[in-house]
């Protein structure tokens, strides 16, 4: 057991925390799915759910130092059983039951509840039982394609860069990168550096399928500290750079949502400190707010593929996208070309305020063609999410709408609860401001609502890339957007231009997006302005702008 990540050594110093991430792996390596980590208070008693052959499991992972698990252990697990409807329940624990715990088991199980006891001796087993490593990924035709492009460059450059839309695996890929330079050499040491614990966490559990069982990892963050960091270490950059300074020398580094990374900061100084280690990152928007590229660090992208030709390809979800424009004022609209607005001034005057009613109206309506539907409403602050989630849980079949924020009075574990809840199918709509951009593993949605949030390319991408992700029974995306900026109508009508562009590759039969306008006499009318201004996506709030007379149609 000296290789396992369940080394009864490794498991008592890891702590409370650590154990249970451990179960959750080794459930993954057994074949379990629809495994969630719902430790914390407020878990009814449960700490992971997973799921085998139509069966749903709560699990109550007990870490003690000395001792054994009390009866109360088993409660737990009991009262998790009723609240998740789960028909087995396992108390798992790095030693061993107490005799009124097994005496309460065998009571309940008289009753017709069935709980288990997994012991460390049974934590042994288990993972010697377990495949080396899970099912090999079959990877689509352009992953392997970037897979292939990112080890060559890593052989030749020692810098590799991958731009991979939101929906089109980036994470798998850099998965498969990791797990060919542990192919060869199984002892290697690597970093996965990323800006945000949540992030962090999250990359650990989705890399555990690439990476051999014999391979342990860890997470290095403000919060979760350890002295051992062979195998794979999951960081934030802040932490990753102490352990830098310190000595850790990895072979490969992995940057996660590489747009982060900047001309100086954390993120340059450790890869400064560790520039004789190989480095790729991984980004769907290399895009950033100022003038810093990422290629001059990483060198050009070895594998390059945006929405725009993952939509035509067919790799994407179709989109039917809807702007409400009909808030123009016209009188603006008359006054600007004898004046040079700003792009902020303009946007304040050009678009008068949506109420929330309405938007809550055309949700609604596009909730009522939509087969399954789950939503996702992303708002200007957080006080906006907090009012939508409230004016939305009026209407009957929404009245569990809740927000996610990361503002006061939430916290981390109640954020957790209502993700669960959602990806469970508890909340029908989640509003949000831009937690769920990156960083969060939300489940596959079908319509995004922009109530009037503010245009930034790459946030535009994130949050729409939310809705991109195919899976089985679902076909399109719709999403509602209230515009209150002019650079969103350029980035829609951009990627409408590109999708429909003759140079890039054609799947037969795969429908492009579907953009439609409220109003067409607001149609005709920003579409000469997105011609008069070619780069207006990418304008900045100073940015003046100088147009002629539009030809106003009528009425």
Known sequence: MNDSYLDPRLLLLGGPDRFTRQVERLLGQLGYADIANIDGSGDKGGDLLASI????????????????????????????????????????????????????????????????????????????QSPDRGPRIRLRDYQREA?????????????????????????????????????????????????TKDLVAQLERALWRHLPKTVKTQILTGDEKTADLRGVTFATVASALNAALSGYRPSL????????????????????????????GVTATPWRGDRYDIEDHFGPASYKLGIEEGMRRGYLAQVDYRLFVDNIDWDVVK??????????????????????????????????????PRAIVFCQTIEHAERMAELLSRTPEWRSTKAVHTGPGMSMRERQLRLLDFRAGRIPILTAVDILNEGVDVPDINIICFARVTHSRRIFVQQLGRGLRLREGKHKVIALDFVS???????????????????????PDVPLPQISFSDAKAESLLEQWILDAASLETANDDARLQFIDPEIPAS
């Open 147 to 195: 897979v292939t492009a990112l080890i060559d460059d890593l052989d030749t450059e020692g810098r590799a860069l991958l731009v991979l839309a939101t929906g089109l695996g980036k994470t798998v890929v850099g998965g498969e990168v990791i797990s060919h330079h542990l192919d060869l050499d199984p002892t290697a040491d690597i970093l996965v550096a990323a800006h």
């Open 335 to 372: 006054d600007v070309s004898r004046r040079a607005y700003s792009m902020k001034e303009l946007n304040s005057r050009l678009f008068l305020p949506q109420r929330d009613e309405a938007v809550r109206d055309e949700l609604l309506a596009a909730w009522n063609s939509t087969l399954d």
């Open 253 to 280: 580094v992995m940057v996660d949502e590489t747009h982060h990374v900047g001309e100086d900061g954390h993120y340059s100084a450790l890869l400064d400190e560790l520039k004789d280690s190989s480095q790729f």
């Open 485 to 507: 900026d002019l650079r969103r109508v350029a980035a829609v009508l951009n990627l409408r231009r590109q999708t429909g562009a003759d140079e890039i590759e054609v799947i």
């Open 53 to 128: 052959a139509g069966t749903q499991w709560v699990l109550q992972c007990k870490w003690q130092r000395r001792g054994s698990v009390p009866q109360a252990g088993v409660n737990e697990v009991s009262e998790a059983m009723d609240h998740y409807r789960a028909e087995r329940g396992v108390v798992v624990t790095n030693l061993a039951p107490s005799r009124d715990a097994d005496t309460r088991r065998q009571a309940l199980a008289r009753i017709g509840q069935r709980i288990d006891f997994w012991t460390g001796h049974d934590l042994t087993q288990l993972w010697e």
